[in-house]
Nanobody
């Protein structure tokens, strides 16, 4: 079973940057899964931000974060990152690291939905405020 643990959330001022980390672990080969990031703002539905394959190919989904957030992966360290730049108040949300149980599935091509990812981390809070 793939396991995901996020870290790096916190309070940041508008215009600032933050890097979220996701530690990937589990049975052998589960770390080959495509890993993504979702977020959920208060009172809103979960929104897919991006996904990255084990080979390091990213897919960025249509959201207000597109162009400001960058996903990356270090397979040697079994880590996935989300670099967030130019943060805005509307980026305030709980950010989730997510994974697919089918290691051959890759990243969803045209939009990501919560049901596309079976494995979810516990989430990390990001608050953008002055």
């Amino acid at each position: 079973q793939l396991q995901l643990v996020e870290s790096g959330g916190g309070l940041v001022q508008p215009g600032g940057s933050l890097r979220l980390s996701c530690a990937v672990s589990g049975f052998p080969f589960t770390e080959y899964s495509a890993i993504g990031w979702f977020r959920q703002a208060p009172g809103k539905e979960r929104e897919g931000i991006s996904c990255i394959t084990h080979g390091g190919v990213p897919t960025n989904y249509e959201s207000s974060a597109k162009g400001r957030f960058t996903i990356s992966r270090d397979n040697a360290k079994k880590m996935v990152y989300l670099q967030m730049n130019g943060l805005k108040a509307e980026d305030t949300a709980v950010y989730f690291c997510v994974g697919r149980s089918d290691v051959t599935a890759g990243c969803p091509k045209s939009g990501a939905f919560p049901g596309d990812f079976e494995i979810w981390g516990q989430g990390t809070q990001v608050t953008v405020s002055s």
